[in-house]
């Protein structure tokens, strides 16, 4: 997805993270991934799922914090979670809360990543060079809460450069509205891989408007592909991450692993 003659560019995705204090292996597993020595790293959102838990992530993420990296905010970053009938994920309010909404420290964590030079895409735009090469990176708020807003980003400056985008949860109207503007990967998170899976059949649900056959991993997507079957030949690279934790009050998975993703993109092939 590179210009021709680009060098690959490691991209370490991480999301979801839901962290509680004191979940000190999931802390010594993040850290553990700086070993993969990314050339970025890109935070999908909801890092947190209580209102003391900003240090705890802190923590996981410090020898990451050292390299290049870009992140969105998610729904749990803005609001701690609260106690809920599981079975509303099955239905068409799955977005919504019931009582009132606690607010995390949202901008302790933000501020947090920004002072180490990590790029806050949420509605917005930068350029980064990685592996020697100009990318694009366009990004915004949790559109699972309605905090997206791609026409205030502007349009891509060059469409010479590639461009990747990034957005916490992957409802349709925000891949249809990168991929229009030209990106070629769009990066997500949100869905958990389904939290609860089975085996043969896969997730039950998304918690948002994308398929569940899109639930996790690598798939194609195009302006449209909600209702398209067919892709066309430039459709982009669409990567959902079932990331790596849930919710403190349905701290279950089953038939999903938890994850982080190490993508390695490589250039085009000049079609002859």
Same mark, same amino acid.
């Given at each position: 997805?590179?210009?021709?003659?680009?060098?690959?560019?490691?991209?370490?995705?991480?999301?979801?993270?839901?962290?509680?204090?004191?979940?000190?292996?999931? #802390?010594? @597993?993040? =850290?553990?991934?700086?070993?993969?020595?990314?050339?970025?790293?890109?935070?999908?959102?909801?890092?947190?799922?209580?209102?003391?838990?900003?240090?705890?992530?802190?923590?996981?993420?410090?020898?990451?914090?050292?390299?290049?990296?870009?992140?969105?905010?998610?729904?749990?970053?803005?609001?701690?979670?609260?106690?809920?009938?599981?079975?509303?994920?099955?239905?068409k309010h799955h977005a919504g809360?019931?009582?009132?909404?606690?607010?995390?420290?949202?901008?302790?964590?933000?501020?947090?990543?920004?002072?180490?030079? @990590?790029?806050?895409?949420?509605?917005?735009?930068? =350029?980064?060079?990685l592996a020697g090469q100009p990318?694009?990176?366009?990004?915004?708020?949790?559109?699972?809460?309605?905090?997206?807003?791609?026409?205030?980003?502007?349009?891509?400056?060059?469409?010479?450069?590639?461009?990747?985008?990034?957005?916490?949860?992957?409802?349709?109207?925000?891949?249809?509205?990168?991929?229009?503007?030209?990106?070629?990967?769009?990066?997500?998170?949100?869905?958990?891989?389904?939290?609860?899976?089975?085996?043969?059949?896969?997730?039950?649900?998304?918690?948002?408007?994308?398929?569940?056959?899109?639930a996790k991993g690598v798939s194609?997507? @195009?302006?449209? #592909?909600?209702?398209?079957?067919?892709?066309?030949?430039?459709?982009? @690279?669409?990567?959902?991450?079932?990331?790596?934790?849930?919710?403190?009050?349905?701290?279950?998975?089953?038939?999903?692993?938890?994850?982080?993703?190490?993508?390695?993109?490589?250039?085009?092939?000049?079609?002859?």
């Amino acid at each position: 997805m590179l210009q021709p003659g680009s060098l690959p560019v490691r991209v370490l995705q991480l999301s979801d993270i839901h962290m509680v204090p004191g979940q000190r292996a999931k #802390a010594e @597993w993040i =850290r553990g991934l700086a070993a993969l020595e990314p050339d970025l790293v890109v935070n999908t959102g909801d890092n947190l799922s209580h209102l003391q838990a900003v240090p705890a992530v802190l923590e996981g993420l410090e020898p990451l914090l050292e390299r290049p990296g870009v992140f969105v905010m998610g729904s749990n970053d803005y609001y701690a979670p609260t106690p809920k009938n599981p079975a509303r994920y099955l239905t068409k309010h799955h977005a919504g809360v019931s009582g009132p909404r606690i607010d995390l420290p949202t901008e302790e964590l933000r501020s947090a990543m920004t002072s180490h030079g @990590w790029s806050d895409l949420d509605n917005a735009r930068t =350029r980064m060079t990685l592996a020697g090469q100009p990318i694009d990176l366009v990004g915004v708020d949790d559109p699972h809460i309605g905090r997206d807003d791609y026409a205030s980003v502007g349009a891509a400056a060059d469409p010479a450069v590639t461009t990747i985008g990034i957005t916490h949860a992957p409802y349709q109207r925000v891949l249809d509205a990168m991929t229009a503007d030209g990106a070629r990967l769009v990066i997500a998170g949100h869905t958990h891989g389904g939290q609860l899976c089975i085996p043969g059949f896969g997730a039950l649900v998304t918690n948002c408007d994308l398929d569940r056959g899109r639930a996790k991993g690598v798939s194609r997507w @195009w302006p449209g #592909a909600g209702t398209s079957t067919t892709a066309p030949d430039d459709a982009a @690279w669409l990567h959902v991450c079932a990331g790596l934790g849930a919710s403190r009050y349905a701290p279950v998975r089953f038939a999903c692993r938890p994850e982080a993703a190490l993508l390695t993109l490589v250039s085009r092939e000049v079609s002859r």
